[in-house]
């Protein structure tokens, strides 16, 4: 489900957000500092670090990911997200609604967790019972 520019106590970052973080936008800078706790899936970070080598500044864009890294929790998939996944995809698939594979693992975390996906990626809304926030 779709939220609005809501602030929430507990969040799931999706790469886009993390990136408008580091370009320090005021409403994502806003939001996350509002929140209690901010977690990152162990996928956003590989998304990231791979745009960081690929960038044209890549040694320092490392260096501000990995620091990154160390000052929030990062979550893991398990078995539990892995079944999760199976759901998700599955939910996917019945309703011809695809997203990117990643984002399905994403999406999953988020699930598992309870917690609501902060992102700017409109094909999540497909996703059944995942709460959704925009900023």
Not at 52 to 58: E, F, G, K, L, V
Not at 72 to 89: H, L, Q, R, S
């Amino acid at each position: 489900m779709a939220g609005g520019l809501a602030y929430h106590s507990r969040v799931l970052l999706d790469t886009n957000i993390v990136i408008a973080l580091f370009g320090s936008e005021p409403a994502v800078v806003q939001a996350i500092e509002a929140a209690d706790v901010v977690v990152v899936p162990a996928v956003v970070l590989g998304e990231l670090f791979f745009g960081a080598r690929q960038s044209r500044r890549a040694a320092e864009n490392l260096e501000r990911l990995r620091e990154f890294a160390e000052a929030v929790p990062i979550v893991t998939c398990d078995a539990v997200t892995a079944e999760v996944y199976g759901e998700v995809k599955t939910q996917l698939r019945a309703k011809g609604t695809p997203i990117p594979e990643n984002d399905v693992w994403i999406a999953a975390l988020a699930r598992q967790h309870e917690l609501p996906l902060a992102t700017r990626d409109a094909h999540v809304d497909a996703v059944p019972d995942l709460v959704v926030v925009r900023w």
